[in-house]
T-cell receptor, first 111, second 114 residues
Framework: RKEVEQDPGPFNVPEGATVAFNCTYS??????FFWYRQDCRKEPKLLMS???SGNEDGRFTAQLNRASQYISLLIRDSKLSDSATYLC????????????FGSGTRLSIRP | NAGVMQNPRHLVRRRGQEARLRCSPM?????VYWYRQLPEEGLKFMVY????????ESGMPKERFSAEFPKEGPSILRIQQVVRGDSAAYFC????????????FGNGTRLTVT
């Protein structure tokens, strides 16, 4: 089993739709969680950190479920510019090898 | 406030040559990470460095690859005797600590081995 698993997609949804991604992780000792987005042939960019109580940033909502070991990202009122690959990142302890990137979920928003 | 700076953006090398990739972390960041990404694949961790120290190199190939982060100047990822399989995007990221802070990425170096 992979340490961090994501549905690779692609998710193809119409503009204005709501879309949700899940990401599961295997290490129960994981401490920090993030969502990044990566556009084609560009660097990953931090979208948002994920806090235990859940957090929202505009149209984006992230949640963490420690008991079931998954994090989620919800995008409301999707825009064409949301088309990208979304990477789930799980940080264990102070060792860099415990910073695990998921392989990403591809999202395509159609007009 | 400059972000993570990587250069060159594109690097072409012939088989057997050496490739040197440079990374200057964000101001105030002393932790540097190198990742490799093949086309249509995810990011693979290579090495984690602090100033003058290699903290974790568990993702580095045993031969031909080395990394350093000197007291002065950028971090360097060095690939000796490059082969076609080394062609990839190499991303550097930095963070201010080894705790819960997120990583900030540079825009990468795309290495092509001909």
């Amino acid at each position: 089993r992979k340490e961090v698993e994501q549905d690779p997609g692609p998710f193809n949804v119409p503009e204005g739709a709501t879309v949700a991604f899940n990401c599961t992780y295997s290490n129960s000792a994981s401490q920090s969680f993030f969502w990044y987005r990566q556009d084609c042939r560009k660097e990953p960019k931090l979208l948002m950190s994920v806090y235990s109580s859940g957090n929202e940033d505009g149209r984006f909502t992230a949640q963490l479920n420690r008991a079931s070991q998954y994090i989620s990202l919800l995008i409301r009122d999707s825009k064409l510019s949301d088309s990208a690959t979304y990477l789930c990142v799980v940080k264990g302890d102070s060792s860099a090898s415990k910073i695990i990137f998921g392989s990403g979920t591809r999202l395509s928003i159609r007009p | 406030n400059a972000g993570v700076m990587q250069n060159p953006r594109h690097l072409v090398r012939r088989r057997g040559q050496e490739a040197r990739l440079r990374c200057s972390p964000m101001k105030g960041h002393s932790h540097v990470y190198w990742y490799r990404q093949l086309p249509e694949e995810g990011l693979k961790f290579m090495v984690y460095l602090q100033k003058e120290n290699i903290i974790d190199e568990s993702g580095m190939p045993k031969e031909r690859f080395s990394a350093e982060f000197p007291k002065e100047g950028p971090s360097i990822l060095r690939i000796q005797q490059v082969v076609r399989g080394d062609s990839a995007a190499y991303f550097c990221a930095s963070s201010p600590d080894r705790g819960g802070s997120p990583l900030h990425f540079g825009n990468g170096t795309r290495l092509t081995v001909t």
